[in-house]
């Protein structure tokens, strides 16, 4: 069955980096698009990016942009989520989604959790 | 888009029905409109897709309907399983906004 799993969430400092990987299976991965989604603690849903499945373009929610990229390797069914300058109100569970019909956001992963402190 | 969704708290007993509302500050094209259901601990999960269209597998108990800026989540017969938030999304073009949610929660 489609199964995306999440990893590389952890305690990172203000102004730190982190790379978060998303592998995918169980679909053919190159055909579909792919966006990542975050939701601080006790809050609601925020959109974070977008890449379209052969990686040619990708959208970003204003608060990251310029500090976050998305990337995609195709051969591996790999999702990632690139960030950096991390600030506190970066703290959140980050999932990635898997687009379904109409580019309705179709299969989420189970999340994985990046904290920024100090 | 903003997407208000009301109530914010919506308390009902198992059996009864319960109708969740989500109004867009402009006209959502095409009925680009999506419900996700979130449990506590639980990745959300596609209820509603395209405003009225359930995805695989989910109960005929949960229904939407609506288009424009109103659009509406109807659960027919509560059922245990299915107190949890709900958040209503556009996916039009990004950015590509969520509800604020409406926890359905057991009277």
């Known amino acids: 069955q489609v199964q995306l799993v999440e990893s590389g969430g952890g305690v990172v400092q203000p102004g730190g980096s982190l790379r978060l990987s998303c592998s995918a299976s169980?679909?053919?991965?190159?055909?579909?698009?792919m966006h990542w989604v975050r939701q601080a603690p006790g809050k609601g849903l925020q959109w974070v990016a977008y890449?379209?499945?052969?990686?040619?373009?990708?959208d970003f929610a204003d608060s990251v942009r310029g500090r976050f990229t998305v990337s995609r390797d195709n051969s591996k069914n790999i999702l990632y989520l690139e960030m950096s300058s991390l600030r506190r109100d970066d703290t959140a569970m980050f999932y990635c989604?898997?687009?379904?019909?109409?580019?309705?956001?179709?299969?989420w992963g189970q999340g994985t959790l990046v904290t920024v402190s100090p | 888009v903003v997407l208000t969704q009301s109530p914010g708290t919506l308390s009902l007993s198992p059996g009864e029905r319960a109708t969740l509302s989500c109004r867009a500050s402009?006209?959502?094209?095409?009925?680009?409109l999506a419900w996700y259901q979130q449990k506590p601990g639980q990745a959300p999960r596609l209820l509603i897709y395209?405003?009225?269209t359930r995805a695989t597998g989910v109960t005929d108990r949960f229904s939407g309907s609506g288009s424009g800026t109103d659009f509406t989540l109807t659960i027919s017969r509560l059922e245990p399983e299915d107190f949890a938030v709900y958040y209503c999304?556009?996916?039009?073009?990004?950015?590509?906004?969520f509800g604020q949610g409406t926890k359905l929660e057991i009277k």
């Open positions: 169980g679909f053919t991965f190159s055909n579909y698009d």
């Open positions: 989604v898997k687009v379904g019909g109409l580019g309705s956001f179709h299969v």
């Open positions: 999304q556009h996916y039009v073009t990004s950015p590509y906004t």
């Open positions: 395209g405003a009225s």
């Open positions: 890449i379209k499945f052969d990686g040619s373009k990708k």
């Open positions: 402009q006209t959502i094209a095409g009925s680009y």
